[in-house]
């Protein structure tokens, strides 16, 4: 791991933007007329055309450079070799073995866990056809065909997002609920609209021990013996989803109830694992296997694909140029589909919580930003909110615009109608709109002088906002797959490039210990006088305030 900003290539990168910031985007097409097609990757049923970004061959080559000079490709391969590359937290980061029906080994300390990951793929296997085929049934003898999936971050935010991803696949007759947050309305609104009798709980966390999560499973399993479960009832309701066999133990989930993963699997990387139970369930095993393989397709590009030909790679690159060069501290994730409503909520935690790290593997301060700001809504919803921002506010904003060909349900012209705007947004975002123009469009309209100059500066558009458009025949579970493993190895290789480790969460970690030490100090339950810790002065003043509001 070097730091990339005292490179040669990145000298060079900065010569480009020197010479590129003057040009407009456009202008790069009159000057290679094959540019659309130069600048544009197809791989594992995805078309990324990235030419719609300010930057020219000769910056590309500089960003193949860079991408030579911190060996992307050698971590590129400590990856699928199963090297310890979460260097903080010592584990190997293998969620490509997850979604490989080859028989190819995967080495974590010199043993195999392909079998280990076959093992259990075959355990939710038969569970999920089970459940499919109404054979699951709840302690009045009834199917069950409600799932309330319970987790938080990466045990929540993947199957969520997939789930509603997928939602043509749902199965006849079945629900799926999520609940994540520790606000016990989030439970309570759940469970209103559920029979206990026909429910299975999965509670899905890795460690087994996040408060969130635990506190929601113990309110659920109170719930159900409130309403008709008795506690010999728990096993045939209650699955859980962990690496903490003794956790899940304790808590009185019985082993052949527990679906498990590994350490190598990391939180925002585990929908691929046990914690994708949930999917399987609602969308049939069928249609989590293609997710899985359709990851496969991308991983196998990934792995083998030279840089300029490949897909994440590339798109980790001209996101660095646009982070690095162009200035743009935040991303914008904008699906053309309401079925990928959560992606951009999932990529948040998966790039942000990857990336966003100040120090390098070594312990040395960046010197370069890293991880931008990532949001996002489904177009064309969010052209009518945050877009304005984007086409004329004062800090460059990058975007990715995805889309599907066809929608899964055609209605009318609906879906020619997003891909419309799907079209015209990144090429209104290129383009801008001249004061010429402007003004032109005035005078053709019949307004006066006065007018044209008052308008003319609002009715400006700079453009040269950068974007890429990643497009699919249809959002099936393949090309879900191969989308979500593309942005997994792009926040890799943007890690890789960075100097920083993708993945550990130092700052998780901090909230889950800070909320406990402060817990006691909160008047309730029991508690009265709480005690008094070294709080600053408006912490302090808050929890004084809480607590006699509480006491009212
Ligand atoms: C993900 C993070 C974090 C984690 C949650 C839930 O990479 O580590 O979002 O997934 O804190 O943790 P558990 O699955 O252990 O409950």
Request: glycine content about 10%; aromatic content about 8%; overall charge negative.
């Amino acid at each position: 791991m070097s730091d990339i900003t005292k490179s040669a290539a990145w000298t060079r990168l900065e010569t480009a933007h020197a010479r590129l910031r003057k040009q407009r985007t456009i202008n790069l097409f009159d000057a290679a007329p094959s540019r659309a097609e130069d600048f544009s990757i197809e791989a594992a049923g995805l078309y990324l055309d990235y030419s719609k970004n300010r930057i020219c061959a000769d910056a590309r080559a500089g960003l193949a450079d860079l991408a030579v000079a911190a060996d992307l490709a050698g971590a590129i391969g400590a990856m699928f070799a199963g090297e310890k590359i979460n260097s903080t937290e010592g584990r190997a980061v293998l969620h490509v073995a997850l979604r490989d029906f080859s028989s190819r080994a995967y080495k974590v300390g010199g043993a195999d866990v392909a079998p280990l990951v076959a093992g259990e793929r075959a355990k939710m296997k038969a569970f999920a056809q089970k459940y499919e085929a109404r054979a699951l049934t709840g302690f009045s003898g009834a199917p069950l065909d409600t799932l309330v999936n319970i987790g938080i971050g990466g045990s929540d935010l993947g199957p969520l997002m997939a789930v509603e991803a997928l939602r043509p696949y749902w199965l006849d007759g079945k629900t799926a609920h999520f609940v994540s947050n520790v606000d016990g309305q989030h439970l309570a609104d759940t469970l209103e609209k559920a029979d206990p009798a026909r429910t299975l709980f999965i509670i899905a966390s890795k460690t087994f021990t996040t408060q969130e999560t635990m506190t929601n499973a113990e309110s659920a399993r109170r719930w159900f013996l409130e309403n008709g479960g008795t506690q010999k009832d728990i096993a045939g309701h209650f699955v859980a989803l962990s690496t903490n066999e003794a956790a899940v133990r304790e808590f009185g989930v019985a082993p052949e109830n527990m679906f498990g993963f590994w350490d190598w699997v990391g939180g925002r990387y585990s929908m691929w694992s046990a914690i994708g139970l949930s999917i399987a369930l609602q969308c049939g095993w069928d249609a989590f296997e293609a997710m899985l393989k359709g990851a496969h397709a991308m991983d196998a590009h990934f792995a083998s694909a030279p840089i300029g030909e490949n897909m994440p790679a590339m798109l980790a690159l001209v996101g660095l140029w646009n982070r690095n060069f162009e200035g743009a501290a935040a991303h914008a994730v904008l699906p053309y589909d309401q079925h990928l409503h959560r992606l951009p909520a999932y990529l948040q935690q998966l790039d942000m919580e990857s990336n966003g790290k100040s120090v390098m593997k070594n312990g040395a301060r960046v010197n370069c930003a890293t991880g931008p700001v990532i949001f996002g809504e489904p177009g064309t919803n969010g052209q009518h909110a945050f877009y304005q921002l984007i086409h004329q506010g004062t800090d460059i904003v990058s975007s990715d615009f995805i889309a599907a060909a066809n929608s899964a349900a055609p209605v009318g012209d609906h879906h020619e109608k997003l891909l419309a705007n799907f079209l015209a947004q990144t090429e209104a975002l290129m383009l801008g709109k001249s004061e010429a123009d402007v003004r032109a469009e005035l005078a053709a309209g019949g307004a006066d002088a006065g007018a044209i100059d008052a308008l003319a500066p609002h009715r400006t558009f700079a453009g040269d906002r950068p974007t890429n458009s990643i497009l699919m025949e249809r959002l099936t579970p393949q090309t879900l797959g191969a989308l979500v493993a593309l942005y997994e190895h792009k926040v890799f290789c943007q890690g890789v490039l960075w100097g920083v480790n993708s993945f550990d969460q130092w700052g998780v970690e901090l909230g889950k210990a800070l909320a406990k030490e402060i817990l006691p100090e909160i008047a309730g339950a029991g508690r009265s006088d709480p005690p008094r810790k070294n709080h600053d002065a408006s912490t302090r003043r808050l929890i004084e305030k809480i607590n006699s509001l509480r006491a009212r």
